[in-house]
């Protein structure tokens, strides 16, 4: 099984920036998603080839990079908004591994 560990959330006011980190050992780890309160878990981010995507709410605001010799991945956040508290998990894409790790709290407040 995949183990993914997820770290680098924490408490910032609306504006600022928060990197995220991801580790993945026994396989390939290359996008991230959240969950916010009450509602369902979405994608935010995946490295795609030399590229990336990145879901409309947080385009032009995160950016996701890759890490292919230690096998991580990143997810630069800048500008936060209130509407991005929630708990990010990275994991495979397109497909997912169908099991999340802990994830990492990012609360956006002032």
């Known amino acids: 099984q995949v183990q993914l560990v997820e770290s680098g959330g924490g408490l910032v006011q609306p504006g600022g920036s928060l990197t995220l980190s991801c580790a993945a050992s026994g396989g390939t780890v290359k996008a991230w998603w959240r969950q916010a309160p009450g509602k369902q878990r979405e994608f935010v981010a995946a490295?795609?080839?030399?590229?990336?995507m990145t879901a409309d709410s947080v385009r032009g605001r995160f950016t996701v990079s890759e890490d292919s010799v230690k096998n991580m991945i990143y997810l630069q956040m800048r500008d936060l908004k209130p509407e991005d508290t929630a708990v990010y998990y990275c994991n495979n894409w397109p497909h997912h591994y169908g099991y999340w790790g802990q994830g990492t709290q990012v609360t956006v407040s002032s």
């Open positions: 490295v795609t080839g030399l590229s990336q």
